[in-house]
């Protein structure tokens, strides 16, 4: 099968690395948006306008001095879910005064019969900037569509897997240079109770086929090394600057895992603000994730799946594609409407491609879409976000608390 030229991919991986140009209106830029945040209006505004006789200008004052900021909403998160019911819980807060925002999600969710689980994930800053510490922690147990392995499955063509996961994954850095940072973290997949229903067991699926992480139960346990350069002041909602992450894992069987495998995860994403009173934000993103050895099943990349947030791959369901190789490109131009920031939109593209079962990347998977965006709580910026986006296969919808990425 003939395969992609690997430059245009290569020159896409570069693109958020290109230098940009410092003068100082760019720099005021980040400080006007910050100092307008108080002048601008949330959903809590027209809460407060519902619930108390107080402005809701004098609602926000009233809490300025709490150290938390909540967010918390129930969505439905995708069209591809299944019918899942979710409550996206935030927590923002600034660990001292010299560090960025720190965040907490928290996602419990439930189809009220096949998938159900609780999520965390933490992004701290503390002590001026000087450490950075990341997490995912989860214990679900799902049933999901399988298609296969590479971008060029049939949507028609499905097997059932079914299985429950503990994962701890935990990672701190400290800053050896102005916005780098080096550390360690260690990672734990523990699946169980994997089962695989197939319509048609005369002809072994691929899952079968790929002879890894195919029994009931299997253990991924090992560190990681990782690299990170981030000027964000803001992960939920960035309007400047960079963010640069590399991260190898190794999983042995010395530390507790079935097999033994290792990956790569080659993150980069770059921000500029056209504006220093509204959000116009350009912002661009690239990614490679490779797996190499004897790699579990559920342990390959998979859409919507990948390491950081897992919110790659808009335009497609969840887990409908799967690769030992993942590439992926996106760009998206977000803007205010309203005023006052409460009301704003989004338009976005991306391109994908994963290797198929003989190590080729197969096809590319194209999606673009639109979105809106609604000032959920303006003291922490964060955005609640709906968008619609077109692939390949056809339209899906998506609800998420902040900015993709």
């Known amino acids: 099968m003939k395969r992609f030229p690997r430059w245009p991919w290569i020159l896409f991986l570069m693109l958020p690395f290109a230098p940009a140009v410092e003068v100082q209106a760019q720099a005021k830029k980040r400080d006007s948006l910050s100092l307008k945040q108080l002048e601008r209006t949330d959903i809590i505004d027209f809460g407060a306008r519902l619930l108390t006789p107080r402005h809701p200008e004098e609602q926000h004052q009233a809490s300025a001095n709490d150290r938390v900021q909540f967010s918390i909403i129930p969505v439905a998160p995708s069209s591809s879910a299944g019918g899942v019911s979710v409550s996206a ?97 260690y990672n734990l997949d523990y699946f ?72 790569v995860f080659f993150d980069v994403r770059r921000y500029l603000s056209f504006s220093t009173t509204r959000h116009k934000i350009l912002a661009a993103r690239a990614f490679y994730w490779g797996t190499y050895g004897e790699v579990p099943y559920l342990n390959l990349p998979a859409t919507l799946e990948e390491p950081t947030s897992g919110r790659a791959g808009r335009g497609y369901a969840t887990n409908r594609f799967r690769g030992a190789h993942w590439l992926y490109g996106e760009a998206e131009y977000r803007f205010d409407i309203s005023s006052r920031g409460f009301f704003g939109a989004t338009v976005f593209a991306n391109l994908q491609s994963y290797t198929n079962s003989a190590g080729t990347f197969d096809r590319i998977l194209p999606a673009a879409g639109a979105g809106l965006r609604f000032k959920f709580n303006r003291k922490s910026d964060i955005n609640l976000t709906l968008d619609f986006a077109y692939g390949k296969e056809g339209w899906n919808w998506y609800i998420n608390l902040g900015e993709y990425f």
């Open 89 to 185: 819980i935030n927590a923002s807060f600034f660990v001292d005064k010299g560090s960025n925002l720190s965040t907490i999600y928290f996602y419990p969710y439930t189809n009220f019969s096949t998938s159900y689980g609780i999520l965390l994930t933490p992004y701290i800053w503390a002590n001026d900037n000087e450490w950075n510490a990341t997490g995912d922690f989860r214990i679900i147990h799902n049933a999901m569509r399988d298609y296969g392995l590479g971008g060029n499955t049939s949507v028609q063509d499905y097997t059932i897997l079914e299985h429950s996961q503990v994962r701890t994954y935990l990672a701190a850095h400290t800053r050896v240079l102005p916005n780098f940072y080096l550390g360690v973290g």
């Open 192 to 263: 169980y109770g994997v089962e695989e229903d197939d319509p048609t067991p005369e002809t072994p699926s691929e899952f079968r086929q790929h002879g890894y992480g195919t029994g009931s139960t299997t253990v991924s346990s090992g560190i990681t090394f990782n690299i990170l350069r981030d000027s964000r002041k803001n992960s939920l909602n960035p309007t400047n600057g960079y963010f640069t992450a590399l991260v190898f894992r190794a999983s042995r069987k010395a530390m507790g895992s079935t097999t033994e495998w290792g990956s």
